[in-house]
């Protein structure tokens, strides 16, 4: 039986089509994907994320315990409520899942996880942790709502009294509290906006009151589209323990200048990556979905993930192509027995309901 968030009665409540996601019973749309889509693009739009699990590390070993465990560099943290995205590597290089880690004290952290992942990760972090000053302290008592959008930031100080004095001054990648409540300033679709991590006892008020200053409901499907415009990876599917994230797009979050040794460096090291990911803009008719064949300049492809944009009235995807395939290059895609142009372009396709390419 599928889990349920906090707020599942508030989505059947609603009419949200409810679907089995990663093992939750999670809302795909209130009755139009795509007019959700466009209204986080254009005002501001909430998404229930309380399937994903918060964990909070803490002990007086949790920073060099973080350096060691993550790709990216977790000494880029000083500013309480600083936060960084990173991959967490397997031995061989392999992402076994992207999160973002919050820095409150040298003793405190904070890790948001992906729900299908979270009970690995857990282990995983267990496992690694063993014999080290590190106490883990999943969440399950939290929810998280992410309002997005270029209104979300006033419509979320409308709906929660003193917000605005605690948030105001926010930086993207950077987290304040606002008593019981931890406002965020990231998010999974390109557009500016909040993620809320609240008492789980709150977030059905907190989910009302942001309705009621305007914030409309989105699900799944519209999550997809907008994250897959603003070129962000979906766990999974562009990304998983047997692809590295040097050829998956995410070279960025790979600290390799920095003298320390974390889980998975000297694979990446080892193994330089053959294959990188890029965006496609389909130029004929037709959709771009994921596992389709890609050919390429120095061989074949895959599509990784793919949609209709509903931004751009574009078929977009994230494809793993040989290194030597570049922006600008036209490639086929095998789409129903017949090959279809596409064209290159490096990610994100749209970014604060802008196109940009």
Known sequence: MARQTPLYATHAAAG?????????????????QIEEHHQVRRDAGMFDVSHMLIIDLEGADTRPFLRGLLANNVDKLHNPGKALYSCMLNEAGGVMDDLIVYFFREDRFRLVVNAGTADKDVAWIERQAAGRNVALKPRRDLAMIAVQGPRARAKTWQALPGAQTASAALKPFSAAWHGEVLIARTGYTGEDGFELMLPASRATAAWNALAAAGVKPAGLGARDTLRLEAGMNLYGQDMDETTSPLESGLAWTVDLAAPRDFVGKAALLAHPAQRHLVGLVLLDKGVLRAHQKVFAAGGEGEITSGSFSPTMNQSIALARLPAAAAAGDTVEVEIRDKRLKAKIVKPPFVRNGQVLV
Do not use: N
């Open 16 to 32: 949200a089509k409810l679907v089995d996601f990663a093992g939750w019973d999670m809302p795909l749309h209130y009755g139009s």
